[in-house]
């Protein structure tokens, strides 16, 4: 904040609480915002699921080539 | 270090489910209030409701992504993507908000709080000079003010936010507030 003369900085400030707290009383959502942040987790949770499951085919190294086969028993 | 940031690491390294669900709530929790600030003060209020849905999921998606260590680069980090999805979706309505709100609707707020924080005379009489203050400037300038002592933004973000220099924001605010003052008195 900057520094105000005392008398702007108490009227501004007493606006932004009462402001603050009008919008926290009109809006009282909170559960319905909750909802949306968890559906949010699920769906990004889920697409780095999807993303493990099916990991890009990449064609195998020479050094894996170069691996020697597992003797038969 | 703060807590919102300890919570933001910790479930940047989360794995499961149903804890990462526990972190995030805890989260936003803390942040949801600001960020409904931040909203309702940017776009008009009949897309606000819908507006603070999308900018929380936006958050909640990308809150992995957030590579920062300290609260405040957190803050800015949420600020930015809250600016990015309403200039992106509800551009039309942040066109609205510049129009600030009308002294009268911006009292019934105030008179919706009086039931829980009484208001006496002198309150009445900061409250009447704060929306003065805010109402009476340009535009531009009621809408910087807004953005720094309702909103509670500081220099930085203000700089970021308008792509000005750090002392350019404050001179501008500095400079608003002067101006919607000698419009007051």
Known sequence: ?73 | MDDLIKLVRTYRLTAGLAERIRLAEEIFRRIEPDLRVFVFSSVSHDAAKDALQEVLKAVAISLKQFKGDTVKEFWAWCYRIARNKLSDHFRQQYADRMQTMPPEELWQMMETTAQNAPMSPAVRHDLDYAIKLLTAAKPDCSDLLWRHYVIGLDYAEIAEERNLSYDNARMKIGRCLDEAKSLVS
Not at chain 1, 41 to 64: F, G, H, L, N
């Open chain 1, 1 to 73: 904040m900057a520094e105000l003369p005392q008398k702007e900085q108490l009227a501004l400030h007493e606006f932004s609480v009462r402001y603050r707290a009008a919008l926290a009383k009109q809006h009282q959502t909170p559960e319905q915002s909750l909802d949306t942040v968890k559906d949010a987790v699920r769906e990004q949770y889920e697409q780095e699921q999807d993303a493990k499951r099916s990991p890009s085919v990449e064609p195998p190294t020479k050094e894996k080539e170069r691996e020697p086969e597992e003797p038969e028993p």
